[in-house]
């Protein structure tokens, strides 16, 4: 028991925190900018914290079940934790692009970002990775399709025609992650599987450790608390950033790197022990999860609402993600990544930072 709370110490932390923070809610959004600023910056720190917590124990099943439903578990994971954040933000932030905002962030993030990264480091580590090429053709064909119809296509859409195009996206993106789900599970599973022991590749045989039970309520617990700290944070996130000039994309970034921080560990520990099909299936597997999980939902809840929302992207936005998408075509179609297809997708990654600071 004592090594179990030990180990988890961090989710203690966020509970005794969660427990603090609500009673005093109204006083420390009332105290001023810099007392909301400074809780925000201890909730984000808090929620980061549990969000690792939750992909270890993701990844204790993820070893468990092994590939692909390893990989599947820690980016469901990770796309809940972003939907909770996002709804609950949403219903504090009234922008209309938040949604939208995150979702772009989040793929900008795990595409160019985490794959990138990886590839880079692994591909100085290495040389050339190996991974099965059925997994990047897939997964690029499925997210180019899924973003042009919920982020693309909404732009051409008259504004009459809102519900109507929304009950169709919510459908096709039902409809494309059933099949998805079907072919991941079922008999293309192998799509997304690479047997390094066949092809002489190196293992770390890293086992988990850790009940699966212990592990399921663990992980449903920190969801929980993440939702919780993040009910005041976006509040008082709020209250901090009043007036402050920061670009409006900074909230939807901060969502997509806290679903996205655990990720990013997982990828970059894969990639360094020569194992790049775990990092093909993070990396894209997120993005794809991200625009056909979080759509539905945020549509779902606008027309709960009756509030249209923006999920056309600008054309900047726009333009970024297909030269992503159009270069991760071309990175990901043999079947092998190198130091200097990481660095492309690296610098994509450098420049929507750089666009974002600017507030375009």
């Known amino acids: ?74 980016t469901l994971a990770a796309v809940l934790v972003e939907v909770v954040i996002l709804a609950i933000m949403m219903g504090h932030n009234h922008s209309p692009t938040l949604a939208r905002d995150t979702i772009y962030a989040a793929v900008m993030l795990d595409m160019n970002g985490i794959l990138g990264l990886a590839a880079l480091l692994g591909g100085l580590k290495h040389g050339e990775q190996s991974y099965n090429d059925d997994s990047g053709k897939t997964y690029v064909t499925m ?119 655990p990720e990013i560990l997982t990828a970059l520990r894969a990639a360094l022990a020569n194992r790049m099909q775990p990092v093909v299936n993070i990396a894209l597997g997120a993005s794809l999860s991200t625009v056909i999980l979080t759509v539905p939902v945020i549509e779902a809840l606008a027309l709960f609402k009756g509030q249209p929302i923006q999920m056309a992207m600008t054309p900047l936005q726009t333009g970024m993600m297909f030269i992503t998408l159009m270069v991760a075509g071309f990175n990901l179609h043999d079947g092998k990544t190198n130091a200097i297809e990481g660095m492309t997708h690296f610098v994509l990654f450098a420049t929507f930072l750089m666009l974002s600071l600017m507030g375009l």
Not at 167 to 183: A, D, E, K, Q, S
Not at 199 to 223: C, K, P, Y
Not at 234 to 258: H, Q, T, Y
Request: hydrophobic letters at 55%.
């Open 1 to 74: 028991m004592l090594r179990l709370f030990k180990d988890e110490k961090f989710l203690l932390l966020a509970v005794l925190l969660a427990v603090l923070v609500y009673p005093l809610e109204h006083s420390l959004l009332e105290g001023g900018k810099s007392l909301a600023g400074g809780v925000a910056v201890i909730l984000l720190a808090s929620i980061i914290s549990v969000s690792l917590r939750v992909a270890h124990h993701a990844e204790i099943l993820a070893e468990k079940v092994g590939e692909p439903y390893g990989t599947m578990i820690l």
């Open 143 to 261: 997210i180019l399709t899924a973003v042009g119809i919920s982020m693309v296509v909404p732009e051409l859409i008259p504004a009459a025609h809102w519900k109507l195009y929304s009950l169709f996206t919510i459908g096709c993106m039902v409809m494309l992650y059933g099949l998805f789900l079907r072919m991941q599970t079922g008999q293309h599973s192998y799509f997304f599987a690479y047997n390094y022991a066949v092809h002489g590749e190196q293992h770390d045989g890293h086992q988990a450790a850790g009940s699966t039970r212990q592990s399921m309520i663990l992980l449903m617990l920190g969801v929980v608390l993440i939702g919780a700290l993040a009910e005041v944070m976006s509040k008082a996130l709020d209250v901090g950033l009043e007036g402050s000039g920061v670009p409006p994309i900074v909230p939807a970034l901060l969502v997509a790197a806290i679903s996205a921080s």
